[in-house]
């Protein structure tokens, strides 16, 4: 269903656009489907419409000149990424920039992405992680490694280390990062790494928001390195959907 205009000029949330990086696994694109319902279900009232930038359809671009047809004059884009990397620096203004050469009335807002840019890291996210890890290992752990999918960007692999610190904070364990790709060290070197400094009970945390090849490879490399257990992507977990809402809360200014 197309989405209907805003009731009146000014007036009303405007639409949420779930902008997904894209995968060929057909998983992945369900799992940002499932977090638009949840955002959706969260806040009654706001059109939650997701997008990706490959690999699945529609586009971002292509979402906002369908609310422009529709008579939105406002929409708020939020990045789904865990680090400010390429994707957001360079992806997503142009993807904007190409919407807004055949909808110029329409007034977009970018949100920062989910996982901390240069501030601290976010509750809901830290939240999210201890949900997923308390479902893939009950029993509990005293070592774990953050794995995340990977970026040649030091700034975004800082950003991924803060994300450690304060895991290891809040779960008072060692916790180390490992990365699927672009950087050392993978997944198994990790949890190596940990196990011969002592620790017998390896966890590994999944820095992803979706399944694909790359936590695939992961949950491989983990459990054949001896993890006792590796957690499932962030997904739908309500406290994803609550931190997509605060990122797109319409008291910020546009």
Do not use: K, N, Q
């Not at 990706?52 to 609310?67: E, F, G, M, S």
């Not at 029993?139 to 991924?160: C, E, K, N, P």
């Amino acid at each position: 269903m197309a989405p209907g205009p805003d009731p009146a000029p000014g007036c009303g949330p405007p639409p949420v656009v779930l902008v997904a990086h894209g995968s060929r696994d057909p998983r992945a694109a369900e799992a940002t489907r499932a977090l638009a319902r949840a955002v959706e279900a969260a806040r009654p009232g706001t059109a939650v419409l997701p997008s990706w930038l490959d690999h699945t359809a529609p586009d971002p671009a292509a979402v906002l000149r369908a609310l422009a047809a529709a008579g939105h004059t406002r929409a708020v884009l939020v990045p789904l990424l865990l680090t400010a990397a390429h994707h957001r620096r360079v992806d997503i203004p142009a993807a904007v920039a190409a919407a807004r050469e055949t909808a110029p009335e329409l007034a977009v807002r970018v949100t920062a992405v989910l996982g901390p840019a240069d501030g601290p890291v976010d509750a809901r996210l830290l939240a999210g992680l201890r949900r997923r890890l308390a479902e893939a290992e009950p029993g509990g752990f005293d070592a774990l490694v953050l794995a995340a999918a990977g970026t040649r960007d030091a700034r975004a692999r800082a950003s991924v280390g803060r994300v450690a610190a304060a895991l290891a904070a809040d779960l008072r364990v060692p916790c180390t990062v490992s990365y699927a790709s672009a950087a050392p060290p993978t997944a198994d070197v990790a949890v190596a790494r940990l196990r011969a400094a002592g620790a017998r009970r390896v966890a590994v945390a999944a820095y992803f928001l979706a399944p694909g090849l790359f936590y695939d490879g992961v949950v491989a490399a983990a459990g054949g390195a001896g993890a006792v257990a590796v957690s499932g992507p962030l997904t739908d977990a309500p406290e994803l959907a609550e931190l997509v809402l605060r990122r797109a809360d319409p008291g910020e200014r546009w």
